[in-house]
């Protein structure tokens, strides 16, 4: 199984894909500039079978409660696929195909495939979850790490999005099932876009990203000093239990992003 790095170019837009570090996006340069921080941790990073933070590390499938290791104790965090090696299915110049077996310590057999696909002036990413035998719960996401300020310095980013309503977030981090006004940041937490998820990320004078899903969850989080979070996913923190996605044997879980960049 190759687990090398696989770059995609078009245009003045590079894309580094690790399928051996989660199958993340570990680079994505614009005419030589680097939009995401860098690290093992960092990039972009798909979040598979789940999103955010499982409240204990259970959820509830059927009858049977299930046990997810606390790696973010007390809760279980991001799922496991970004710690995980992935497979290279395919590569062209500009997009590839990349697939993850879920195995213990998820119950359930299936597998994700992940789609990069690079343009001139965007990157659509596209997740896809389909089961080996019965249905379960699963949810899909993007957690990247955007450079609050690019190479070359300026001004720092600025965050735009009209959200419906934000998750009111208790002491645990969780969202305690209330919807309130959205909140003036920093933020890190969930918010609604029923129209579907649309957030600008503008570096003055540089940069603007917009970032787009058909999903209407979003999560922002701007609490660190090298970077801001924007992540289209397809339902809330802890949503394995509050607002459960079921993958069927006849219809996948597939959710897709596309991020469209211009010059300012």
Same mark, same amino acid.
């Given at each position: 199984?190759?687990?090398?790095? =696989?770059?995609?170019?078009?245009?003045?837009?590079?894309?580094?894909?690790?399928?051996?570090?989660?199958?993340?996006?570990?680079?994505?340069? =614009?005419?030589?500039? #680097?939009?995401?921080?860098?690290?093992?941790?960092?990039?972009?990073?798909?979040?598979?079978?789940?999103? @955010?933070?499982?409240?204990?590390?259970?959820?509830?499938?059927?009858? =049977?409660?299930?046990?997810?290791?606390?790696?973010?104790?007390?809760?279980?965090?991001?799922?496991?696929?970004?710690?995980?090696?992935?497979?290279?299915?395919?590569?062209?110049? +500009?997009?590839?195909?990349?697939?993850?077996?879920?195995?213990?310590?998820?119950?359930?057999?299936?597998?994700? +495939?992940?789609?990069?696909?690079?343009?001139?002036?965007?990157? +659509?990413?596209?997740?896809?979850?389909?089961?080996?035998?019965?249905?379960?719960?699963?949810?899909?996401?993007?957690?990247?790490?955007?450079?609050?300020?690019?190479?070359?310095?300026? #001004?720092?980013?600025?965050?735009?999005?009209?959200?419906?309503?934000?998750?009111?977030?208790?002491?645990?981090?969780?969202?305690?099932?209330?919807?309130?006004?959205?909140?003036? @940041?920093?933020?890190?937490?969930?918010? @609604?876009?029923?129209?579907?998820?649309?957030?600008?990320?503008?570096?003055?004078?540089?940069?603007?990203?917009?970032?787009?899903?058909?999903?209407?969850?979003?999560?922002?989080?701007?609490?660190? #000093?090298?970077?801001?979070?924007?992540?289209?996913?397809?339902?809330?923190?802890?949503?394995?239990?509050?607002?459960?996605?079921?993958?069927?044997?006849?219809?996948?879980?597939?959710?897709?992003?596309?991020?469209?960049?211009?010059?300012?």
């Amino acid at each position: 199984m190759s687990t090398e790095d =696989v770059i995609l170019t078009a245009g003045d837009a590079e894309v580094t894909v690790q399928p051996g570090n989660g199958c993340r996006i570990g680079s994505l340069r =614009v005419g030589g500039v #680097e939009l995401l921080r860098q690290g093992k941790k960092y990039g972009c990073f798909p979040m598979v079978p789940w999103c @955010g933070r499982i409240r204990d590390g259970r959820f509830r499938d059927g009858a =049977v409660v299930h046990q997810m290791p606390l790696n973010s104790p007390p809760h279980a965090i991001h799922g496991f696929a970004r710690d995980a090696e992935w497979r290279t299915a395919r590569t062209s110049k +500009t997009e590839a195909v990349f697939t993850y077996d879920l195995a213990d310590p998820w119950p359930h057999p299936g597998r994700v +495939t992940q789609i990069v696909e690079l343009g001139e002036d965007e990157l +659509t990413l596209r997740l896809g979850i389909e089961t080996y035998g019965d249905s379960f719960p699963a949810q899909a996401g993007w957690h990247p790490w955007f450079n609050r300020v690019l190479d070359g310095g300026g #001004e720092p980013v600025r965050i735009d999005f009209d959200p419906a309503w934000q998750e009111e977030r208790g002491d645990d981090h969780l969202p305690t099932g209330h919807r309130v006004d959205p909140k003036p @940041g920093p933020w890190d937490d969930c918010f @609604g876009m029923p129209d579907g998820v649309d957030v600008t990320l503008t570096w003055p004078e540089r940069l603007e990203v917009n970032v787009k899903s058909r999903e209407q969850w979003v999560v922002v989080y701007d609490e660190q #000093e090298a970077a801001v979070c924007v992540e289209p996913q397809t339902g809330p923190p802890n949503g394995l239990n509050t607002d459960p996605r079921l993958v069927t044997p006849i219809e996948p879980l597939e959710t897709a992003t596309t991020w469209t960049w211009r010059r300012l």
